[in-house]
Each structure stands twice: as C-alpha cells, then as structure tokens.
C-alpha cells in the first residue's frame, strides 16, 4: 500500500484496551497515511473495559506510541476525550508527550467550511440512550461483537473481506436505526445553532457523510466495528476511508462526499449554485 497524504485526519473510538479493538488494522493505516493535524475524537481509552476485565495488548501500547511519535514528528494531535475516557477530561487543556487535550475543537478546512469537532456523547439524551449500548441494549450489544467477532472469522476462512455483522445488526434493528437517527440529527442541529457548517463526531460506531437540513454531519465511525476514518485533502475534499485487513492485504474503500452539497452559504451566493 503506497503512503496517502491527507491534510488532516479524524479517528474516533478506537478503544484501546478493549479486546475487540482493531488495533493491528489501526497501526496498517497508521504507517501508511500522514498528515498535517490528527484528531483523536473521544473514546481512544477504553476505560470502562481496562476498570472491568484489566486488559491491555501490547499491540493497543503500539498504537499510542505510535500517537505520540506522530505528534513528536510534527503532526498536529488534539485528543477530544470522550465517555469512555472522560477521566482526562479533568485535564483539558494539557500536553503529554506533544498531543493536546481539548473538550472540543473548531476545525476549518482548506475550501474554508467551519467544522465543530466533539465526541458527541453529549447527543445521548435525543437518542433515548445514556450511552451507545443503551441503544440496543447493553447484553445484545455484547451478544452482537461476539457474532461479530465469529463472524469475521468465518469470513477470512471463507476468502471473503472484511464485514461488520454488529453494524448491519445496529443499523437494521428498528429501534436502534430510529435512534441512531435521532441522534444524527440532533447533532447536525445543534452545529446549525451554533453556526458552523458542519460536525463531525463519533460515539455511535456508525460512520457517515453527509447533510442534514443543510448542515454537514460527518461521523468518522470507530476501530471496534467498522474501522473507519474520516480524512481531508489538500483542498478541502472530505472522504471515509473503510480500512480492513485480512490476509495481510489491505483492502480500502472511498466513498466520496459530495463536496457540493455542504458549500458554505456564502460560497453558494458567490457562485450563484451549488458545486
């Protein structure tokens, strides 16, 4: 796999020392990518997971390290904590090792779109969820990363990619596809009040691009089931990148945003259209 350069790249809910992190698939993107500024939005430790079973892979210790030598090297890394890792939010504000921890951040990209950066645990009370397993269930959502973990077994012996069985299960439950929902736009919303152009978070393992009521909602997924990532190019273009690793062979599907759809207002007037 040849190195992508990005401007800036956004990774959520990595959890990290929670055994079903992705961490080996997580350092395959991380030494194949750059850029200027990583945004770690919330969840990279698994708290509540380390304080339960007292986990930690060596593989997971890589994947910070690895975090830490990139912001050493010059890469700009803002760690937005989230919910399962809101003890460092006691330390908004400080620096270890060259990464900043920050409650949120104003991302402006290069075509010049204001974008609110949050974990989004925050979106919680409008899904009906205190947390993201209350949306199906704490006992099913543990029931669906065991299948997941199954059946991603099955798949590699099978010759088949990489497929979240827990995010097709989230998605097409009707409940919590009406929660998720709820919780999508409630976030695009909110970013719409405060008057930026868009928001990006994570929280809900469910990773998208795209507009609501004319505000861009980007959601750059998790490390648990979809392992995905949100990236920006040189000139402003949004993607998520889908990254998964069988056999030693990385597989990476692009889905384009539309850039279009979520000019800035002014920009739009300027142009007379949209695009």
């Not at 993107?29 to 997971?49: N, R, S």
């Not at 997971?60 to 937005?80: D, E, F, P, Q």
């Not at 000139?235 to 000019?263: I, K, N």
Request: aromatic letters at 8%; charged letters at 25%; one cysteine or more.
């Amino acid at each position: 796999m040849r190195e992508r350069s990005f401007r800036s790249v956004w990774l959520s809910d990595l959890h990290l020392g929670n055994a079903d992190c992705r961490a080996l698939w997580l350092l395959d993107f991380l030494d194949a990518c750059t850029c200027e500024q990583l945004y770690l939005v919330g969840d990279v430790l698994d708290l509540w997971e380390m304080d339960r079973r007292g986990r930690w892979p060596a593989t997971h210790g890589r994947v910070l390290a690895k975090l830490i030598a990139l912001a050493a090297a010059g890469t700009r890394v803002v760690w937005l904590p989230g919910n399962h890792d809101e003890a460092l939010r006691a330390h908004h504000g400080l620096r270890f090792g060259g990464v900043e921890l920050l409650p949120e951040a104003i991302h402006e990209t290069a075509d010049g779109r204001k974008l609110w950066v949050v974990h989004g645990d925050g979106f919680d009370d409008a899904a009906r969820g205190g947390r993201l397993t209350t949306l199906i269930g704490d006992h099913a959502y543990d029931l669906a990363l065991f299948l997941n973990r199954w059946s991603r077994r099955l798949r590699r012996l099978c010759g088949l990619p990489y497929r979240s069985l827990a995010l097709d299960l989230k998605t097409r439950i009707g409940p919590a596809a009406r929660a998720i929902g709820r919780y999508e736009r409630a976030a695009a919303h909110e970013a719409a009040r405060r008057e930026v152009d868009g928001i990006v978070c994570g929280h809900i393992h469910k990773p998208e691009l795209r507009t609501i009521d004319g505000t861009l909602y980007a959601n750059c997924g998790d490390w648990i089931e979809s392992c995905t990532a949100l990236v920006e190019h040189a000139d402003g273009r949004l993607q998520v990148l889908h990254w998964a690793d069988e056999a030693r062979v990385t597989h990476v599907d692009v889905l384009d945003f539309p850039r279009a759809a979520a000019a800035v207002p002014a920009a739009a007037a300027m142009a007379g259209r949209l695009g």
